[in-house]
Every structure is written in C-alpha cells, then in structure tokens.
C-alpha cells in the first residue's frame, strides 16, 4: 500500500516517487498528444464525473473518476484543460492523488490509516532542536501551537524530545487519533490526509488542516522549519529547489482536494 501512495499514480508516467529524478525519467518518456478540445464535468450517481469530449475519464486501473462534489470534480477538470499539446501527468496533482484515491486506498484504507499512525507515533513536531536558539524558537513558534491544538481539540497528550533519540508515545494517544481518522475512511480524504503526513513527517499537522484550523500555508511552513533553516543558513541547489517545489506543488492539491471535498 505505500508503494502505492509513494508514487500517486503508479503507471509508465510516473515511475519514481522522487520529483526530481520522476521529472528526468519523464524528460525522456514521450507524453502523449492532447486529444480532446472540452473538458466538462457532468452529474453521475452519487458524484460528478470529468469528461472529455463529453467522454468520462477512467482511472488508470478503469474505473469511472468519479468525485463526490462538484467543486472537486473541477479540479481534476481545471488540470486536464490546462495541458497543452501533450498531456502531463507530473503538472496533474489532484488527478494523481484521485486516482491513488480510487484504486488504492479504497481498497484498503485501514492500511493507510495505519501508515498514518505510524508517522503520529515518531510525529515530527514531538523532536525539538536543543541548539541553535534560533531553531529552537522556530521550531517552538509553528509547533507548540499545533501541539496544543492536539490536546485541547483531539484530546492528546504528546511526549517532546530533543534529538532524534526515539520517545515513546502514550498508546492512549495514539489509539484516540486512531479513532478521529477512523471517522475519515472516505478513499479522497483519506488519501489526501496520508499525502500530507507523509510529506511534513506529522500526522498532527495533516490532522490540524482536516479539521480546518490550520491554514495550507501554515501547515507548509510547521512541516518545513528545519529544512527552512537550514536554506537560510547555507542555500539549496536547483535539485532541492525542484524537488522542494514538487512536494508543495503535491501537498497544495491534497489540501486543495480537501477543501473541495466539503462543498
């Protein structure tokens, strides 16, 4: 299942979970032409399908790509209009993440809500920097809030460490979040929640956006801190620069998906 969810769309387009090294395998793939002139989404049972020349569009395992909203729908269908002669897939997030959605974790979305709760039992927010102060700050600015949040909303209680020497989280706390994600087996959310844990290394930032009291930006920045200054203090290559852009470019669409999800 993670194999899956490490590479959204597991076909000949998208061959690498690295951004980077999947944009260099698809530099050398020949896309496929463009070979509709509309893209539209029309009402189906239960949902709103994305059609192509008044054709629907199927996943890459041929099932129907059906979303729940209308707003969501459109998302996938604002992407196919915005190809130009080929088609994409790597400038194609929210249909990736869809496809993920429907052939995979609607399979098995217990497997997915385990692998979420392994990231929440080592969440990146519990390990602290003890030096420079600096970081250390940082790091207490855009995490004790979420850490916060998490106890007085989820009813949590997290154990903090400094370093990377593994703490042990109550069973108590992990088996509640357990029992909050348990409420969001539906395949497009549940999808959507994993791609931002596993991209940030924090199931409580994922959990903090779902319930609507973190903001995508916010979320971005509390996932990024260490990295942030690490870029501050000794710049980044064009390889990190891509490579940086893609996870954003992935976490956005999942965020967006969300929102869109509600409505």
């Not at 793939?29 to 709103?48: C, E, I, Q, W």
């Not at 992990?174 to 924090?202: C, D, F, K």
Request: hydrophobic share 45%; with cysteine; aromatic share 6%.
């Amino acid at each position: 299942m993670r194999d899956i969810l490490n590479d959204l769309e597991a076909g000949k387009y998208l061959s690498d979970p690295d951004p980077v090294r999947r944009a260099q395998i698809q530099m050398k793939t020949h896309l496929p032409k463009r070979f509709y002139k509309t893209v539209s989404v029309a009402p189906v049972d239960n949902g709103f399908a994305v059609h192509l020349d008044g054709k629907p569009v199927r996943t890459p395992g041929k099932a129907l790509l059906a979303l729940p909203t209308e707003a969501a729908a459109a998302l996938v269908a604002d992407e196919f209009a915005a190809q130009g002669e080929t088609i994409d897939p790597v400038t194609m997030p929210v249909m990736r993440l869809v496809n993920t959605a429907i052939d995979g974790v609607a399979s098995d979305p217990q497997a997915v809500l385990e692998d979420i709760l392994r990231f929440a039992s080592s969440d990146l927010l519990c390990y602290r920097a003890d030096a420079p102060q600096g970081l250390v700050e940082r790091q207490n600015q855009h995490w004790d809030p979420v850490i916060d949040w998490a106890r007085a909303t989820l009813g949590v209680r997290f154990n903090l460490a400094e370093g990377i020497i593994h703490v042990e989280q109550p069973r108590e706390s992990i088996a509640v979040l357990g029992s909050h994600l348990a409420q969001r087996t539906e395949p497009l959310r549940l999808a959507a929640i994993h791609v931002m844990t596993s991209l940030t290394g924090s199931a409580l930032l994922a959990l903090a956006v779902d319930f609507g009291d973190l903001d995508a930006e916010a979320a971005w920045a509390a996932g990024h801190v260490d990295e942030d200054w690490q870029i501050e203090h000794w710049g980044q290559d064009a390889e990190a620069v891509a490579r940086r852009s893609a996870r954003k470019r992935d976490m956005m669409a999942a965020i967006g998906l969300l929102e869109a999800l509600k409505g």
